[in-house]
C-alpha cells in the first residue's frame, strides 16, 4: 500500500489516459481509503494519522473521511487534533456537504468544552444556510436555557427570527412561545408578537416588491435600438402636450379677456332725434381741461373789450321802480 500511493517524480493528471496507472493511483481514493481502514485497524497512531493528513493534503477526502479522521483522535484522547480535523474538512467542503461536518463538531466539542461553544454556533450560524441556521439557532438556544443563561437564549431568538417567516417557519415561532410561556412574562411575550408581526411586514413586502420587478422585467425587455425608439415617442408626446397646454391657455386668454368686457348702462336724453346723446354716468370727461382753457381766454378777452353804459328806460322796471328814483 505504501508503494501504491506513492508520489511519483512528476506531477501527473489523473484522468491522463496517456500515462500509466502506476503514475495515476497516488490520487485514487479507493486505494487511500482502504490504506487509512489498515492503518486504523493493525497499524499505529502515528502511521494512521499520516495516512489520513495526506489524504486530506492531496484533496481526496470526504465528509465521511474527515468524521472518521476525528472520531479516531477523539478515541485516542487527542481532543484538540480531532477539532483541528474538523476545521480542516469545515474549510475543505461547501454546503451542502459540510452539514455532516458540523453536526459532529458541534455534538463533539459540546460533549468536552460546554462554555466554548458559543463561537462555533455564532461560526455556524453565520456560514450555513438559513434553513439550518435556524436549527442551529435552536439548538443555541437550548443549550443556553439548559445553562440557565435565559437572556441569552432569548437574544438568539431574536436574532434568528429575522430568517423565520412566521407563515413558513411555524414551529421556530412555536418554539419561542413556549420558551416565553416557561421563562418570560408579559412584557417578553408581547415583544415576541411585536417581533413576529415586523418580520411578517418586511416579508411581504418583500415579495410585493420582487413581483413587480419580476413584472416589469417581463414587459420591459428592450433591445437598445427599441429603447431609443421608445425614448423618441415619448418626448414627442411630451412636446404635443405641452403645445396643447399651451394653446389652451391661449384660449382661456382670450375667452377671460372677452368676459372682463363690460357694457355699461347710459342714459339718453330728450331732444331732438339729431341732437340726443348717450350720457355715460362713469364715462371720464376728456374735454374737461379744453373747457377750462377755452374759459380762461374768454375771460382775457373780455377784460380788453370797452363796454359802453346806457339809460334804461323806466318803462321796462314798471311797478318795481321808487318813486323817488329819478329819470
Known sequence: MHSATAMPSRKVAQHDE???????????FKI???????????????????????????KIATPQIIINYGSFLAENGYFEEAFRAYEKGIALFKWSNVS?????????????YVPKTREIYVKAIDILKDENSREMSLRYAEMETKRGEVDRARAIYVHCSEICDPRVTSHFWQVWTEFEVRHGNEDTMREMLRIKRSVQAMYNTQINMSSAQMLNSMTNVQTPNTYIHAMCALNIKVEAATATAASGNNRANITARKDSIIFVRGITERGTTENAQVNNLDEININM??????????????????????IIPSEVFGSFKKPDDGD
Request: with cysteine; glycine share 2%.
Open 18 to 28: 496517456t500515462e500509466t496507472v502506476q503514475m495515476r493511483l497516488y490520487k485514487s
Open 32 to 58: 487511500w481509503s482502504m490504506y487509512a481502514d489498515l492503518e486504523e485497524a493493525v497499524g499505529t497512531f502515528k502511521t494512521c494519522k499520516s495516512v489520513y493528513d495526506s489524504i486530506i493534503d492531496l
Open 100 to 112: 455532516g461536518i458540523w453536526n459532529t463538531y458541534l455534538t463533539k466539542f459540546l460533549e468536552r
Open 289 to 310: 381741461d379744453v373747457d377750462d382753457k377755452e374759459t380762461d381766454e374768454d375771460q382775457e378777452e373780455s377784460e380788453d373789450i370797452l363796454i359802453e353804459q346806457r
